[in-house]
Nanobody, 127 residues
Framework: QVQLVESGGGSVQAGDSLRLSCVAS????????MGWFRQAPGKEREFVAA????????YYPDSTKGRFTISRDNAKNTLNLEMNSLKAADTAIYYC????????????????????WGQGTQVTVSS
């Protein structure tokens, strides 16, 4: 079973940037589709970005497209999320997720398809 640990969250001003990282342990993620999700207080979990196991395919919702960039370093078992032009609406707990039971080289936006989750890291954006 893979364990995921996120880091890099914090409190910033609107327009600032943050870089989140997720380190995996317990198994290699080289053939694992991964993604980022977030959840704000009182709201449902929301898809943020996803990446195929090779890193060659990425997928974003309209809310983050053009501002966020997902990337991975399989040699370091690490997933990253570069967040630019942050808005107050981006305030949430951000979670790293992995789909370990099925290997397909396509990004996955449905959180029900992921079976491993990190504990989350808080991102707070002040306007």
């Amino acid at each position: 079973q893979v364990q995921l640990v996120e880091s890099g969250g914090g409190s910033v001003q609107a327009g600032d940037s943050l870089r989140l990282s997720c380190v995996a342990s317990g198994r290699s993620i080289h053939n694992v589709a991964m993604g980022w999700f977030r959840q704000a207080p009182g709201k449902e979990r929301e898809f943020v970005a996803a990446i195929s196991w090779s890193g060659g395919r990425t997928y974003y919702p309209d809310s983050t497209k053009g501002r966020f960039t997902i990337s991975r370093d399989n040699a370091k078992n690490t997933l990253n999320l570069e967040m630019n032009s942050l808005k107050a609406a981006d305030t949430a707990i951000y979670y790293c997720a992995a789909r370990t039971y099925y290997s397909s080289n396509y990004p996955e936006y449905d959180d029900r398809e992921y079976d491993a989750w990190g504990q989350g890291t808080q991102v707070t954006v002040s306007s």
